[in-house]
């Protein structure tokens, strides 16, 4: 996985403690209504496109980004699908410790042929919603909320 400058330069002095940083994913639909998936390097799943926001930049440019520089497709963000800070900080293999807040967007792809396009996945491709693979819970409820036509989901301490 590709660790972002930024992040380099700050664990140079925080060392391994938590950073609280933000991330976004992407739901990615085309024409036909399937969803862009990529089967993760780091763990073999299926999961939906996501990454870190770089400073300066703004949430639905880096869903944009990110899709083109894992997928190779063109997207255009639609709207706003869920915000939640991710109940548990993530340990990596090295001991560093990170605790993620995303911003999900629906996005319609406008271009490009689905091919992995870096080295954070070994497979991408397009997928029936009614035929999903295995993944995590946080992709099937991006995706569950990305079908829906309601507000922005988002998860409050009294929601649990």
Same mark, same amino acid.
């Given at each position: 996985?590709?660790?972002? =400058?930024f992040?380099?330069a700050l664990?140079e002095?925080a060392?391994?403690?938590?950073l ?5 994913? *992407?739901? $990615?639909?085309d =024409?036909?209504? @399937? ?6 390097? &780091?763990?073999?799943?299926?999961a ?5 926001? &770089?400073?300066?930049?703004?949430p %639905?440019d880096c869903?944009v980004?990110?899709v !083109?520089?894992?997928?190779a497709v063109?997207c255009e963000?639609e709207?706003?699908?869920l915000? +939640? ?6 340990? !990596? ?8 807040m995303d911003?999900?967007f @629906?996005? @319609?792809?406008?271009?490009g042929? *689905? ?8 497979? $991408?491709?397009?997928?029936?919603? &009614?035929?999903l ?6 992709? !099937?409820?991006?995706?569950?909320? %990305?079908? *829906? &036509? +309601? ?5 409050t301490?009294?929601?649990?």
């Amino acid at each position: 996985m590709a660790t972002p =400058d930024f992040i380099r330069a700050l664990r140079e002095t925080a060392g391994h403690q938590l950073l609280f940083l933000p991330g976004v994913s *992407a739901v $990615v639909f085309d =024409d036909r209504g @399937r969803v862009l998936l990529g089967r993760r390097a &780091d763990n073999g799943l299926w999961a939906i496109i996501g990454g870190i926001v &770089d400073p300066g930049e703004q949430p %639905a440019d880096c869903a944009v980004r990110e899709v !083109y520089e894992e997928t190779a497709v063109r997207c255009e963000v639609e709207r706003i699908v869920l915000v +939640e800070t991710l109940r548990k900080p993530v340990v !990596y293999p090295n001991g560093d410790v990170c605790q993620f807040m995303d911003v999900s967007f @629906r996005c @319609r792809a406008v271009g490009g042929e *689905a091919r992995v396009n870096d080295d954070e996945s070994t497979e $991408v491709g397009w997928f029936e919603v &009614d035929d999903l693979p295995e993944m995590k819970r946080f992709s !099937y409820l991006r995706i569950e909320k %990305a079908l *829906a &036509d +309601e507000p922005t989901w988002f998860r409050t301490t009294a929601s649990g």
